[in-house]
C-alpha cells in the first residue's frame, strides 16, 4: 500500500501521516505500507512511485474525491508507468462519523443537549457533487440526538462560511455551539476555523485524528480495489 497524503507545511499533518501508516501497519502485519505526499512534504508520492517493484496500491489519505484524487494522483500514476492501482477515497464513511462523534464526546458534547448546535467545518470544494456528498455527514451526525441542529460550512470555497453558518444555527436557536472539523489533521486551515470561533464565543473539537477506524476504511479502500481488478 502507497498511502498518498495531501502533504501540508504544518508538520502536524504529516505526523498524523505516518501514525496512520503505523496503525495500518499493527492492524494488517506483513502489509508493505509506504507513505507519499503530493506536496510539501517528503517522500514525494513521485519518488515513491518510481521505487516501486511489482504492484501496489496507493490509497489516497483524503476524505473528497477533488482535485488531488481526481488529477494529481492518477497524473502521477501515468508517469510512473509502475503497475499500480489507485483506491477510492475515504469519503462519508459511517465509521469516520463515529470518530467525529468521539472527538466531539472528548469535548464534552452531549447526544442529549437540546440546546447545542453542531457545524460541519469541511474544507469545501469547486465540485457541487463534492460538497453535497461532504453535506451528508450533518444527517448521519444528527442521528439519535436532540441537538437543536447541525449544519455544514466551508473553510474556503463555497458558501457558507464558517461565521455564516454560526450565525445560521444561532438564529435556530441554539445556545451553545460547537465545530466538528471534518478534517483528518490540524494545520494552518484548521487553525484559521479555530480562531474564527474563537472569536464568535464558540468552541471547536478535534479533527479526525490517527484513529483505528481510520486506518480500517484505508484498508477497505485498499481491499476494494484490489477485488475490482480481479473481477475485471
Same mark, same amino acid.
Request: proline letters at 6%.
Given at each position: 500500500?502507497?498511502?498518498?497524503?495531501?502533504?501540508?507545511?504544518?508538520?502536524?499533518?504529516?505526523?498524523?501521516?505516518?501514525?496512520?501508516?503505523? &496503525?495500518?501497519?499493527?492492524?494488517?502485519?506483513?502489509?508493505?505500507?509506504?507513505?507519499?505526499?503530493?506536496?510539501? #512534504?517528503?517522500?514525494?508520492?513521485?519518488?515513491?512511485?518510481?521505487?516501486?517493484?511489482?504492484?501496489?496500491?496507493?490509497?489516497?489519505?483524503?476524505?473528497?474525491?477533488?482535485?488531488? @484524487?481526481?488529477?494529481?494522483?492518477?497524473?502521477?500514476?501515468? &508517469?510512473?508507468?509502475?503497475?499500480?492501482? &489507485?483506491?477510492?477515497?475515504?469519503?462519508?464513511? /459511517?465509521?469516520?462519523?463515529?470518530?467525529?462523534? &468521539?472527538?466531539?464526546?472528548? @469535548?464534552?458534547?452531549?447526544?442529549?443537549?437540546?440546546?447545542?448546535?453542531?457545524?460541519?467545518?469541511?474544507?469545501?470544494?469547486?465540485?457541487?457533487?463534492? #460538497?453535497?456528498?461532504?453535506?451528508?455527514?450533518?444527517?448521519?451526525?444528527?442521528?439519535?440526538?436532540?441537538?437543536?441542529?447541525? @449544519?455544514?460550512?466551508?473553510?474556503?470555497? /463555497?458558501?457558507?462560511?464558517?461565521?455564516?453558518?454560526?450565525?445560521?444555527?444561532?438564529?435556530?436557536?441554539?445556545?451553545?455551539?460547537?465545530?466538528?472539523?471534518?478534517?483528518?489533521?490540524?494545520?494552518?486551515?484548521?487553525?484559521?476555523?479555530?480562531?474564527?470561533?474563537?472569536?464568535?464565543?464558540?468552541?471547536?473539537?478535534?479533527?479526525?485524528?490517527?484513529?483505528?477506524?481510520?486506518?480500517?476504511?484505508?484498508?477497505?479502500?485498499?481491499?476494494?480495489?484490489?477485488?475490482?481488478?480481479?473481477?475485471?
Amino acid at each position: 500500500m502507497i498511502l498518498a497524503a495531501h502533504g501540508s507545511a504544518d508538520p502536524r499533518s504529516a505526523t498524523v501521516t505516518h501514525a496512520v501508516a503505523a &496503525q495500518l501497519r499493527t492492524l494488517r502485519p506483513g502489509l508493505d505500507v509506504r507513505v507519499g505526499f503530493c506536496e510539501q #512534504n517528503a517522500p514525494n508520492l513521485r519518488d515513491v512511485l518510481g521505487a516501486v517493484r511489482g504492484s501496489a496500491v496507493v490509497t489516497p489519505l483524503l476524505l473528497a474525491s477533488a482535485y488531488h @484524487a481526481r488529477v494529481d494522483i492518477p497524473g502521477l500514476i501515468e &508517469q510512473s508507468g509502475a503497475d499500480v492501482l &489507485q483506491a477510492d477515497t475515504l469519503g462519508e464513511d /459511517p465509521r469516520l462519523v463515529e470518530v467525529m462523534r &468521539q472527538r466531539l464526546a472528548e @469535548a464534552d458534547v452531549a447526544a442529549g443537549d437540546p440546546h447545542l448546535g453542531v457545524l460541519v467545518v469541511a474544507v469545501g470544494s469547486s465540485r457541487p457533487e463534492a #460538497n453535497a456528498r461532504t453535506a451528508t455527514v450533518a444527517d448521519a451526525l444528527a442521528y439519535n440526538t436532540r441537538w437543536s441542529g447541525v @449544519a455544514v460550512a466551508h473553510a474556503a470555497g /463555497p458558501r457558507p462560511s464558517v461565521a455564516a453558518g454560526i450565525e445560521a444555527l444561532r438564529q435556530r436557536g441554539a445556545r451553545r455551539i460547537i465545530l466538528a472539523p471534518w478534517f483528518i489533521a490540524p494545520g494552518r486551515i484548521t487553525d484559521r476555523v479555530a480562531e474564527i470561533a474563537r472569536d464568535a464565543g464558540v468552541r471547536m473539537a478535534a479533527p479526525l485524528g490517527a484513529h483505528a477506524l481510520l486506518a480500517e476504511t484505508l484498508l477497505d479502500r485498499f481491499d476494494q480495489a484490489i477485488a475490482a481488478r480481479a473481477a475485471a
